[in-house]
Nanobody, 119 residues
Framework: VQLQASGGGLVQAGGSLRLSCAASGTTFGYNAVAWYRQAPGKQREVVARFNSDRSINYADAVKGRFTISRDIAKNTVYLQMNGLKPEDTAVYYC??????????????WGQGTLVTVSS
């Protein structure tokens, strides 16, 4: 399984970015897939998630600003991020099966994409 996240970059507060995550070796389909982020010195946290029942969950910190979507034909998941804040600065990862195990994270993650929001 390979996950290629892209679309990160440097943006001013209030700006927008659209992250993409293309998969190979697996099919996202309508299965569960999530975006996580990890800021320097902080724990990895879930940002947005497609659940297996096709429902969507967002972290409270991003509700109303971020939108997760997917293109089945392209086997790609997106994260539209609007109204970015400096506290959104982090490496963003997508995963179809990531799970925390003790102090480690298991599953397929890819290299992530860095988002930096300047104030």
């Amino acid at each position: 399984v390979q996950l290629q996240a892209s679309g990160g970059g440097l943006v001013q507060a209030g700006g927008s970015l659209r992250l993409s995550c293309a998969a190979s070796g697996t099919t996202f389909g309508y299965n569960a897939v999530a975006w996580y982020r990890q800021a320097p010195g902080k724990q990895r946290e879930v940002v947005a998630r497609f659940n297996s029942d096709r429902s969507i969950n967002y972290a409270d910190a991003v509700k109303g600003r971020f939108t997760i979507s997917r293109d089945i034909a392209k086997n790609t998941v997106y994260l539209q991020m609007n109204g970015l804040k400096p506290e959104d600065t982090a490496v963003y990862y997508c995963t179809p099966n990531g799970v925390r195990y003790g102090s480690s994270w298991l599953g397929s993650w890819g290299q992530g994409t860095l988002v930096t929001v300047s104030s």
